[in-house]
């Protein structure tokens, strides 16, 4: 059944990247659009160009500080493996990109893939977090639509419900206290030996919350990431002297990112243009300045991921060949138990858990 729904999921993202294309640009002149992107302003890619840098090099050490607490790397190979990892999350459609990551950063940065897995989800919920307070300080400015202001409800309780979580969590975990969870009791042994394995790498992939520097840290080097992102498309919106505000800038940087957010397709083809031309509109422009704006918009974001993700693979000796689709399907559904498994994570934090399996050793 898994082999059949992935093969599938090959077949259909690419048919549903050249769906939305096709929807996207029918009644449009390609020459305008071309003229779009040859007239446009060129000293204004600059900013572009810092902001491009900018954004991969705070992502990149953050992902440090999050490792940091429990496992040192220097910042240079982190930076290559966080490049790699965009890379292969680019690559691949429907959030198997992100279970890549996660198995690249367990091979490479010498840690569980329970540890990996928490890293990225740190990562989602930092960037869930700014990005609710970039709309929150945005909806001053501007009236937003209803769908945004509910998702921005929905993304702000449920980031504060798993942070909080996450404490609760570390705070057992280090006053050790209270009967063994329900979980631990009835396991076999060699079972339970592996699940005190996964529990304790999972909770070690959440240590940074513990250090009120890290968490400075990385809380900073995410705003610095989303600022970047949105000098990005500010200036990429002057170049095309399209009259939008930065405020203006921060709106269809959000809704590119939620529309985005699960991507259907290889690089976001399709969904990338349709979430520019839907942020666009807010502000009146039209469809085929707002198709000009997405392709190079696209361009610069993409561009750089492959760029230094093809770099960092030569760089840091990754064969590609182990993340193909035949071989990341059996190690996509071990996570997917571990991810499920982590929902018992609350009964299971007990008395005397075992260390850190230790690195480049997965328990399961």
């Known amino acids: 059944m898994q082999t059949r729904t992935w093969q599938w999921i090959r077949v259909l993202a690419p048919l549903a990247a050249v769906g939305l294309l096709v929807y996207m640009f029918r009644d449009t002149d390609p020459r305008d659009i071309w003229a779009g992107i040859t007239h446009m302003d060129a000293r ?5 160009v810092i902001g491009m840098l900018g954004m991969p090099v705070a992502r990149a050490l953050r992902l440090k500080y999050i490792l940091d607490p429990k496992h040192h790397a220097p910042a240079r190979r982190v930076f290559a493996v966080y490049n790699v990892g965009q890379f292969l999350n680019v690559a691949l459609p429907v959030l198997t990109g992100q279970v890549a990551r996660v198995i690249l950063f367990s091979r490479t940065l010498g840690v569980t893939k329970a540890f990996a897995f928490a ?9 869930g977090l700014i990005m609710v307070v970039m709309v929150f300080a945005t909806s001053f400015l501007i009236v937003m639509p209803g769908w945004m202001e509910r998702g921005e409800v929905v993304i702000l309780v449920a980031c504060l419900l798993l942070l909080g979580f996450f404490y609760l969590m570390l705070h057992r975990h280090t006053v050790a206290a209270g009967p063994r969870g329900w979980l631990r009791r009835y396991l076999p042994a060699r079972l339970g030996r592996e699940w005190d394995n996964l529990k304790a790498s999972f909770l070690g992939g959440l240590n940074m919350l513990r250090s009120t520097r890290h968490l400075l840290l990385v809380v900073l080097l995410s705003c610095v990431a989303w600022f970047s992102h949105a000098l990005i ?20 940087l959000v809704v590119n990112t939620i529309v985005i957010m699960v991507p259907i397709s290889p690089g976001n083809v399709g969904t990338f243009q349709l979430a520019c031309v839907v942020g666009l509109k807010f502000f009146g422009v039209g469809r085929g300045e707002a198709l000009s704006f997405s392709l190079l918009l696209h361009l610069v974001e993409v561009g750089p991921v492959l760029a230094l993700g093809a770099l960092a693979v030569f760089s840091q000796h990754v064969s590609l060949r182990e993340y193909r689709a035949a071989d990341l399907r059996k190690e996509q559904e071990q996570l997917a138990t571990q991810a499920q498994s982590m929902g018992a994570l609350y009964d299971g934090v007990v008395d005397d858990v075992p260390p850190i399996a230790p690195s480049g050793h997965d328990p399961r």
């Open 44 to 48: 204004q890619l600059i900013p572009v």
């Open 119 to 127: 890293m990225v989800v740190l990562e989602v919920l930092f960037d």
């Open 233 to 252: 498309v500010l200036f990429l919106l002057r170049a095309f002297a399209l009259d939008v505000p930065f405020w203006g800038a921060v709106v269809i």
